[in-house]
């Protein structure tokens, strides 16, 4: 049981260039978060998807898109990026429905130069 | 949006030392949880709490509810040099599991 797993573990990129950042749980979960974390400070949310089929925005949306591929899979991608979005990314998931507690995956550190 | 008021922001502490630390915000919330993040790692949860006036332990750890719904806290006793992490407490106003967190509180515990 691997819980929450994100792929790549760091990327560095040139503003501009775009990339997918990808989340997968096993944990048969229904909702799937992505959040970023920046030096000294907590978790924003980015993205969230209730349920299969469904995204809406968080707190800090802009400059990024989402997919829930299924169950399991939920990617963010960062269209253009800039310096800004240089920052921590995780993903979590729970269960919902109640049971509000988040698993988180490991992150992925992302330097935009 | 809603926000947390994490503090202190860091703690620098002696092994065996007790340790508290707190989190309110401006806005009611029906659930607070409280996670730790080990560095290069994502956030673990610690102890979550559904009810206001709600005490809750888990091993050197208690955490309260508190009365408002507008604060929490977290004591963790006799630390030990393991406790060295970043905590954050999180407030959640539904059960759709968005979660607002705070800026973390450093600790660094010295052996």
């Known amino acids: 049981n691997a819980g929450v797993t994100q792929t790549p573990k760091f990327q560095v990129l040139k503003t501009g260039q775009s990339m997918t950042l990808q989340c997968a749980q096993d944990m048969n979960h229904n909702s799937m978060y992505w959040y970023r974390q920046d030096p000294g400070m907590g978790l924003r949310l980015i993205y969230y998807?209730?349920?299969?089929?469904?995204?809406d925005k968080g707190e800090v949306p802009n400059g990024y898109n989402v997919s829930r591929l299924n169950k399991r899979e939920f990617s963010l991608r960062l269209e253009s990026a800039a310096p800004s979005q240089t920052s921590v990314y995780f993903c979590?998931?729970?269960?919902?429905?109640?049971?509000?507690?988040?698993?988180f995956g490991p992150g992925t550190r992302l330097t935009v130069l | 949006g809603q926000q947390l008021n994490q503090s202190p922001q860091s703690m620098f502490i002696q092994e065996g030392e007790d340790v508290s630390m707190n989190c309110t915000s401006s806005s009611i919330f029906n659930t607070w949880l409280w996670y730790k993040q080990d560095p290069g790692e994502g956030p673990v949860l610690l102890i979550a709490l559904y009810k206001a006036g709600e005490l809750t332990s888990n091993g050197r750890l208690t955490a309260q509810f508190g009365i408002t719904r507008k604060d929490s806290f977290l004591n963790i006793s006799a630390s030990i040099p393991s406790d060295v992490g970043i905590y954050f407490c999180a407030g959640q106003l539904t059960n759709a599991g968005k979660s607002t967190f705070g800026d973390g509180t450093t600790l660094t515990v010295k052996p």
């Open positions: 979590a998931s729970n269960l919902a429905g109640g049971r509000v507690e988040q698993f």
């Open positions: 998807s209730a349920s299969e089929g469904t995204t």
